[in-house]
Structures are given as C-alpha cells and as structure tokens.
Nanobody, 124 residues
Framework: QVQLVESGGGLVQAGGSLRLSCAASGRTVSMYAVGWFRQAPGKEREFVAVIARSSANIYYPDSVKGRFVISRDNAKNTVYLQMNSLKPEDTAVYYC?????????????????WGQGTQVTVSS
C-alpha cells in the first residue's frame, strides 16, 4: 500500500496562492489515481480534485474549477495541488488520497490510502 504525506499548507490572505504537495512512498504514485479532498470544521469531507494515473482524466468540482490545478510528477513520486485566488471558504484541512481504481473518484470511499492532512487557512 502506498503511504502519502501532504505538505505546503499555511496561512494566506484572500486572493493569494498556495501549492500543496502529496509525496508518495512505498509504491510508485504512477500506479494510482490521486485525489485531493478537504474538510472544514463541522463540515463533511469535500472533493477538490482528482488526476488519473495517465493524467488524461482530471476533474474538479465547480467550487474550485478555474482556480485550482492538480498535476503529477511521477519522477518525483509527487502530486501537486496549485491553489490560486484563494477565498476564506477554502479554509480547511486538505488531504490527498490514492486509489488503483478510477471509479467514482469524487467520493472518498473510492480511496484506500490517505495522508494525514495539511491545514490551509485563508484570511479575509
């Protein structure tokens, strides 16, 4: 099973940018579709982005489309989430997750490996 570690979170002003990293170990990340999710206090975990193994399929919900970009660097065994034009409502703990099966990738139950999360706080 692949192990995942997120980094790159922090405090940023509204309108700013952050790039999150999801570093994989134990298995090569090229074998997995990787998704990003977020969870704000008192709210359910929310799908943010997914990239298929081949990178041919990338999907975002409307809430982040046009602002967030997911990418992968298989040579570095890392998946990234570039977040631009951040809003206070983007504040949450962000998690990356991996799955061998690209089926219903917007649902958290599709993933069997998760990182520990990284906090993103956007101030107004």
């Amino acid at each position: 099973q692949v192990q995942l570690v997120e980094s790159g979170g922090g405090l940023v002003q509204a309108g700013g940018s952050l790039r999150l990293s999801c570093a994989a170990s134990g298995r090569t990340v090229s074998m997995y579709a990787v998704g990003w999710f977020r969870q704000a206090p008192g709210k359910e975990r929310e799908f943010v982005a997914v990239i298929a193994r081949s990178s041919a399929n990338i999907y975002y919900p409307d809430s982040v489309k046009g602002r967030f970009v997911i990418s992968r660097d298989n040579a570095k065994n890392t998946v990234y989430l570039q977040m631009n034009s951040l809003k206070p409502e983007d504040t949450a703990v962000y998690y990356c997750a991996a799955t061998r099966n690209y089926y219903r990738p917007s649902t958290s139950s599709a993933y069997d490996s998760w990182g520990q999360g990284t906090q993103v706080t956007v101030s107004s």
